[in-house]
Nanobody
Framework: QVQLVESGGGLVQAGGSLRLSCAAS??????????MAWFRQAPGKEREFVAT????????YYADSVKGRFTISRDNAKNTVYLQMNSLKAEDTAVYYC??????????????????WGQGTQVTVSS
């Protein structure tokens, strides 16, 4: 089992930045062997893919809506994955979820490709 805890969400003005963190713990395969991702769910909408990173950190993939503004990274020594969000827009307002153990065909963009999920952290961007 893997436990994921997100942090770093909050209220920010449009154009601002936030950095989300997702700390992993638990038994089983080590964190460094998991592909990781961020998803988000806005009010009244379905959860959608944001970004994913391979277990080595050498490969990343982004949703078109965040490409060039968000950066996913990981620190395997700290069992943590990050999402740096710049140039935030009101439409980025959502609960952001961390997901672990992606598998199947790269890029891992589907919710069904991940085994473990965090509880989410709220990001609110005021316009």
């Amino acid at each position: 089992q893997v436990q994921l805890v997100e942090s770093g969400g909050g209220l920010v003005q449009a154009g601002g930045s936030l950095r989300l963190s997702c700390a992993a713990s638990g038994s089983g395969r080590t964190f460094s062997r998991y592909a990781m991702a961020w998803f988000r769910q806005a009010p009244g909408k379905e959860r959608e893919f944001v970004a994913t990173i391979s277990w080595t950190g050498g490969n990343t993939y982004y949703a078109d809506s965040v490409k060039g503004r968000f950066t996913i990274s990981r620190d395997n020594a700290k069992n943590t994955v990050y999402l740096q969000m710049n140039s935030l827009k009101a439409e980025d307002t959502a609960v952001y979820y961390c997901a672990a153990d992606g598998g199947g065909s790269w890029p891992f963009r589907s919710e069904s490709q991940y085994k473990y999920w965090g509880q989410g952290t709220q990001v609110t961007v005021s316009s």
